[in-house]
C-alpha cells in the first residue's frame, strides 16, 4: 500500500485504496467497522465512494442482519475507469501510516544536521561565488539593487550569502541542480521536481522631504528654487532582514526570535517533501493511465467480440433462412413429382427426367446442412474471423 506524504505536522496522509476491496469490506461488516479499520471518518469515506461508483449497504441493512430478517439483493460492482483511489486517513489514532511517515521524514533529512551556516565561506558554491566576485550586479543591475550590492557588501548582504551557500550546498547532496535566471529567480530541479525561489535582503524604503521656501533675496533665487526644487525623492537602504521566497512553497523571513539559520532544516524539509509529493503524484497519474488503458483494452475486446458474434449470428440466421427456404423448394419439387407425366417427353433441350434431376441436384446444393454440422461451425468461425 502507498503512502502520500504531506508536510503538515499532524498524522493526516493519503493510503490507495482498491475499489474491491473496500467493497467487499463494506458489506461483510459495519461501516464503522471500516471507518476504523482505514481510520478515516464518515464523510471521506463516503465522498469515496461516490466518487469511486461503490455501492453500500442500505440505512438499515445491519439491523436486519443482527435479526435475521430477509436481506435486500446485494448489487454488484459494477465497472469504473479507476480500479484505485486516495482516500484520505489519519483521524482517530496513531497508525502505521504515521511510523511510515516519521520514517520518511528522517530519510530526507539525514545528512542534513552537517550542513551549518559557517562565519566565512571557504569553498562557495559556484552561485555564491558570483555574488562575492560582482558578477550579480552586473547581471541584475538596477536602481534598486545598485547600493546593496556594490563592494564592500555590507553585513546584512554577505549573512545572506553564507547563508544561500548553505542552502544550495545541502539540496545538491540531495539531488538538486540550480541555474540562475536574470530576474532575481534560482531554479532548482531534482527528477521531475523543480521549483523557483530568489534569497535576498529586503529593503527599507526612506522618504525625503526637501524644505519648502516662501522667501526669496531675490527674482532670480525663486526662479532657480522652482527649476531645482525636488519636492520628495526615494531612498534604498538595506533593512537586514533576510527572505527566502519559493513558489508553491511559502516564504520564510528572519524573525527577532528565530532567526533563518535556525529556520533552514524546516525549509529544507519543505523543499524535500514536496519532491516526494510530487513524484507520487506522477506515479499516481502513471497508475490512473494504465487503469484507463486496461478499461479501455477491455471495452474494446468486448466491442470486437460483440461484433464478432454478431458475425456468426448472421451467418447463421442466413444459413436457417437458406435451410427453410430449400424445405419450401423440396415440399413443391415432391407435390410437382407425385403429378402425372412422361419421362421422356422433350422440354427444350431437356426431358422431364433430366429436368427433374437437374432440380434434385439444386436442391441439393442449397441444402446448407449437406456438409455436416462440423462445416456449419466451421462457417460460423470463418465468419467469425473476417469481422477482425
Same mark, same amino acid.
Given at each position: 500500500?502507498?503512502?502520500l506524504?504531506r508536510?503538515?505536522?499532524h498524522?493526516?496522509?493519503?493510503?490507495?485504496?482498491?475499489?474491491?476491496d473496500?467493497?467487499?469490506?463494506?458489506?461483510?461488516?459495519?461501516?464503522?467497522?471500516v471507518?476504523?479499520?482505514?481510520?478515516t471518518?464518515?464523510?471521506?469515506?463516503?465522498?469515496?465512494?461516490?466518487?469511486y461508483?461503490?455501492p453500500?449497504?442500505?440505512?438499515?441493512?445491519?439491523?436486519?442482519?443482527?435479526?435475521?430478517?430477509?436481506?435486500?439483493?446485494?448489487?454488484?460492482?459494477k465497472?469504473?475507469?479507476?480500479?484505485?483511489?486516495?482516500l484520505?486517513?489519519?483521524? $482517530? =489514532?496513531? #497508525?502505521?501510516?504515521?511510523?511510515?511517515?516519521?520514517?520518511? @521524514?528522517?530519510?530526507?533529512t539525514? /545528512? +542534513?544536521?552537517?550542513?551549518?551556516?559557517?562565519?566565512?565561506?571557504?569553498?562557495?558554491?559556484?552561485?555564491?561565488?558570483?555574488?562575492?566576485?560582482?558578477?550579480?550586479?552586473?547581471?541584475?543591475?538596477?536602481?534598486?539593487?545598485?547600493?546593496?550590492?556594490?563592494?564592500?557588501?555590507?553585513?546584512?548582504?554577505?549573512?545572506?550569502?553564507?547563508?544561500?551557500?548553505?542552502?544550495?550546498?545541502?539540496?545538491?547532496?540531495?539531488?538538486?541542480?540550480?541555474e540562475?535566471?536574470?530576474?532575481?529567480?534560482?531554479?532548482?530541479?531534482?527528477?521531475?521536481?523543480?521549483?523557483?525561489?530568489?534569497?535576498?535582503?529586503?529593503?527599507?524604503?526612506?522618504?525625503?522631504?526637501?524644505?519648502?521656501?516662501?522667501?526669496?533675496?531675490?527674482?532670480?533665487?525663486?526662479?532657480?528654487?522652482?527649476?531645482? $526644487? =525636488?519636492? #520628495?525623492?526615494?531612498?534604498?537602504?538595506?533593512?537586514?532582514? @533576510?527572505?527566502?521566497?519559493?513558489? /508553491? +512553497?511559502?516564504?520564510?523571513?528572519?524573525?527577532?526570535?528565530?532567526?533563518?539559520?535556525?529556520?533552514?532544516?524546516?525549509?529544507l524539509?519543505?523543499?524535500?517533501?514536496?519532491?516526494?509529493?510530487?513524484?507520487?503524484?506522477a506515479?499516481?497519474?502513471?497508475?490512473?493511465?494504465?487503469?484507463?488503458?486496461?478499461?479501455?483494452?477491455?471495452?474494446?475486446?468486448?466491442?470486437?467480440?460483440?461484433?464478432?458474434?454478431?458475425?456468426?449470428?448472421?451467418?447463421?440466421?442466413?444459413m436457417?433462412?437458406?435451410?427453410?427456404?430449400?424445405?419450401?423448394?423440396?415440399?413443391?419439387?415432391?407435390?410437382?413429382?407425385?403429378l402425372?407425366?412422361n419421362?421422356?417427353?422433350?422440354?427444350?433441350?431437356?426431358?422431364?427426367?433430366?429436368?427433374?434431376?437437374?432440380?434434385?441436384?439444386?436442391?441439393?446444393?442449397?441444402?446448407?446442412?449437406?456438409?455436416?454440422?462440423?462445416?456449419?461451425?466451421?462457417r460460423?468461425?470463418?465468419?467469425? /474471423?473476417?469481422?477482425?
Amino acid at each position: 500500500m502507498r503512502i502520500l506524504l504531506r508536510t503538515e505536522s499532524h498524522a493526516m496522509s493519503e493510503i490507495t485504496v482498491s475499489r474491491d476491496d473496500l467493497y467487499q469490506r463494506l458489506w461483510e461488516a459495519p461501516m464503522k467497522n471500516v471507518i476504523e479499520h482505514y481510520d478515516t471518518d464518515y464523510y471521506n469515506l463516503r465522498k469515496f465512494c461516490d466518487a469511486y461508483k461503490i455501492p453500500t449497504p442500505p440505512s438499515g441493512y445491519w439491523k436486519k442482519v443482527e435479526l435475521g430478517k430477509e436481506l435486500p439483493a446485494k448489487p454488484p460492482l459494477k465497472p469504473y475507469n479507476y480500479e484505485k483511489g486516495e482516500l484520505r486517513t489519519g483521524f $482517530k =489514532r496513531s #497508525t502505521e501510516q504515521d511510523r511510515m511517515r516519521e520514517d520518511q @521524514i528522517a530519510k530526507v533529512t539525514s /545528512g +542534513l544536521a552537517k550542513f551549518k551556516v559557517p562565519e566565512r565561506l571557504t569553498y562557495p558554491h559556484p552561485i555564491a561565488r558570483d555574488f562575492f566576485k560582482g558578477d550579480f550586479r552586473y547581471r541584475h543591475y538596477n536602481a534598486e539593487n545598485r547600493k546593496q550590492y556594490d563592494l564592500p557588501y555590507p553585513p546584512g548582504t554577505h549573512r545572506a550569502i553564507r547563508i544561500l551557500d548553505t542552502f544550495l550546498k545541502a539540496l545538491e547532496s540531495k539531488g538538486y541542480t540550480f541555474e540562475e535566471d536574470h530576474n532575481w529567480w534560482i531554479y532548482g530541479r531534482s527528477g521531475i521536481h523543480q521549483f523557483r525561489f530568489r534569497f535576498r535582503e529586503q529593503y527599507r524604503q526612506v522618504k525625503v522631504i526637501h524644505p519648502v521656501r516662501t522667501s526669496f533675496a531675490t527674482e532670480l533665487d525663486r526662479k532657480i528654487y522652482h527649476l531645482t $526644487k =525636488r519636492v #520628495t525623492s526615494i531612498s534604498l537602504e538595506p533593512k537586514g532582514i @533576510i527572505e527566502f521566497t519559493a513558489y /508553491g +512553497l511559502g516564504q520564510w523571513v528572519d524573525k527577532p526570535a528565530k532567526p533563518l539559520e535556525d529556520q533552514l532544516r524546516h525549509i529544507l524539509l519543505n523543499v524535500l517533501l514536496a519532491r516526494d509529493r510530487t513524484e507520487q503524484e506522477a506515479l499516481s497519474v502513471v497508475e490512473r493511465e494504465k487503469d484507463r488503458a486496461r478499461w479501455a483494452e477491455v471495452k474494446e475486446a468486448k466491442l470486437k467480440r460483440k461484433v464478432q458474434d454478431q458475425a456468426s449470428w448472421t451467418t447463421f440466421t442466413s444459413m436457417a433462412n437458406a435451410w427453410e427456404t430449400k424445405a419450401k423448394l423440396q415440399s413443391f419439387y415432391f407435390a410437382l413429382r407425385s403429378l402425372p407425366a412422361n419421362g421422356s417427353t422433350m422440354v427444350g433441350e431437356r426431358s422431364i427426367d433430366e429436368w427433374k434431376a437437374w432440380l434434385e441436384q439444386k436442391l441439393a446444393d442449397s441444402d446448407p446442412l449437406k456438409d455436416g454440422a462440423e462445416e456449419v461451425f466451421r462457417r460460423l468461425e470463418r465468419a467469425r /474471423g473476417q469481422a477482425d
